[in-house]
């Protein structure tokens, strides 16, 4: 065991420029014996801690680059020399290790396995009463475990519950729940985030990140019942709940049905947020939806809606705007076409030649030259470029 242990520390020393160049050296550079390892349990703890300290640094620096199979292996045999050399691994040894496998994003069998007995071991040995704060490190570990997830990742964070309840807060809770989600493991993060709920530990960013998971996965049943969940439990729905289940019901194929639950969750987000503004992603996706599924009168209701709480519509907004009022006086719906017209100009907004001459045109068609000639000179009045030439010669007709 002497020579072998040895000669890994001698080969380790080869390699320690190239992982850890950049740290100021523990020790001056000293070559290592044979005799070394068989010595090391023997050190004074001065000596010790310095070894101690260069595995540290070597394992550190190998769990950073955990994605090349070479630093994978050298981790684990690291992790064997330093037992070897009577060097026991701290709770930051197999922290680093976690850490490393957690930032890797296709791991087989035998790595979820060694990630798993390293996360148990990490847990053990950060349990020592003196040990002061750990909710710093293990809600780190946490985060950086849901990116990818782990398919016993569950099973490993009620260990974690058991441990160190009372220094779990909403944020562990929500990472794991996460974690077992990218895992693809919905019934654990489900049975994570029903434990939750029974400890009162839920946040509106809790029911967010099942919600979206299932609507995600097209799982519609689910989400509305998370949502209930939701709603029975007191917690206030914000714009981005909303705004989830409307991204998931635009994306599916339109129907009558679908169409009156869009309009409902518009109605619902109205009365939910009236202190902050709708986000003007949702506000294109609707206009555009209903418009091209041509419920004009809807898309003219949002305008309307928008009017009320006093929020300007963007540049992309006014345009869809302008095909819902071309819409209208194909349809000769003058009424509607007219009236969002007038509230455009009015509110300072300039309209495409194309739009005026729609609506001029469909009042001809009306036989109403009247409103024409009233729309005209608004335009003018209104507009600095005024009127089209196309719209004049429209109106001598």
Not at 31 to 55: C, G, I, M, N, W
Not at 373 to 395: F, R, T
Request: net charge positive; glycine share 2%.
């Amino acid at each position: 065991m002497a020579s072998h242990c040895g000669n890994r520390f001698a080969c380790h020393n080869v390699f320690r420029s190239l992982f850890i160049a950049s740290a100021k050296p523990c020790l001056p550079t000293r070559r290592f014996s044979s005799a070394l390892a068989e010595q090391a349990k023997t050190l004074p703890v001065p000596q010790q801690k310095a070894d101690f300290h260069y595995y540290q640094q070597l394992l550190k620096q190998h769990a950073k680059m955990v994605h090349r199979k070479e630093s994978q292996l050298k981790a684990e045999n690291l992790l064997r020399d330093m037992k070897q050399c009577g060097l026991e691994p701290n709770h930051q040894t197999y922290f680093h290790l976690v850490l490393g496998l957690s930032w890797l994003p296709h791991r087989n069998q035998h790595q979820n396995d060694r990630m798993e007995s390293w996360f148990y071991e990490y847990l053990r040995l950060q349990r020592d009463p003196k040990r002061k704060r750990p909710q710093v490190k293990l809600k780190k570990l946490l985060k950086d475990m849901a990116i990818y997830g782990h398919p016993h990742l569950k099973t490993m964070f009620l260990h974690m519950v058991q441990l160190f309840e009372h220094e779990l807060d909403s944020g562990c809770w929500n990472s794991a729940i996460k974690g077992c989600i990218n895992a693809k493991q919905f019934e654990d993060a489900e049975h994570v985030f029903d434990m939750a709920r029974e400890r009162n530990v839920t946040r509106l960013s809790t029911y967010e990140i099942m919600i979206r998971a299932y609507l995600s996965n097209r799982d519609q049943k689910a989400s509305s019942r998370i949502f209930e969940y939701m709603i029975r439990d007191q917690i206030t729905a914000k714009c981005s709940v909303y705004q989830s289940f409307i991204d998931f019901y635009t994306s599916l194929k339109p129907d009558k049905d679908t169409q009156q639950t869009v309009a409902r969750l518009w109605q619902a987000m109205l009365i939910m947020t009236t202190d902050s503004r709708i986000p003007n992603d949702t506000i294109q996706k609707l206009l555009v939806y209903f418009r091209k599924n041509r419920q004009l009168a809807v898309a003219e209701q949002i305008y309307l809606d928008l009017k009320i709480r006093n929020q300007r519509l963007k540049k992309e907004h006014v345009k869809e705007m302008h095909s819902v009022i071309i819409g209208f006086a194909h349809r000769q719906q003058l009424p509607s076409a007219l009236s969002i017209t007038y509230d455009l100009l009015a509110d300072g907004y300039e309209l495409e030649d194309k739009v005026i001459y729609s609506v001029v045109e469909a009042c001809i068609h009306r036989n109403d030259r009247e409103a024409a000639q009233q729309l005209v000179d608004m335009v003018n009045a209104v507009q600095p470029k005024g009127l089209s030439d196309a719209c004049h010669a429209l109106l001598e007709q």
